[in-house]
């Protein structure tokens, strides 16, 4: 979202909020599930972009 040259730099900026908050429920969604797997959701480079999120950082930090 961030690079989408289709859209204004505000539009990137409220898409790429939105995905991460997207992103960050369906975490919280498969942790409720059973997924046990946090040594991986902190090193797995596909998620860097979250790892400043507040609600990330929440649930991975309970954990360490």
């Known amino acids: 979202a961030l690079s989408d ?6 539009e ?4 790429a909020q939105n ?7 369906l ?3 498969a942790i409720a599930a059973g997924y046990k ?3 991986h959701l902190q090193r797995d480079p596909d998620l860097e972009s979250l790892r400043d999120h ?3 950082q929440a ?3 309970k954990r360490e």
């Open 5 to 10: 040259q289709a859209l204004a730099e505000s």
């Open 12 to 15: 990137r900026q409220a898409a």
């Open 59 to 61: 649930f991975t930090e």
């Open 27 to 29: 975490l919280r969604k």
């Open 19 to 25: 995905y991460a908050e997207q992103a960050v429920r």
């Open 37 to 39: 797997d946090f040594y």
């Open 54 to 56: 507040p609600g990330y």
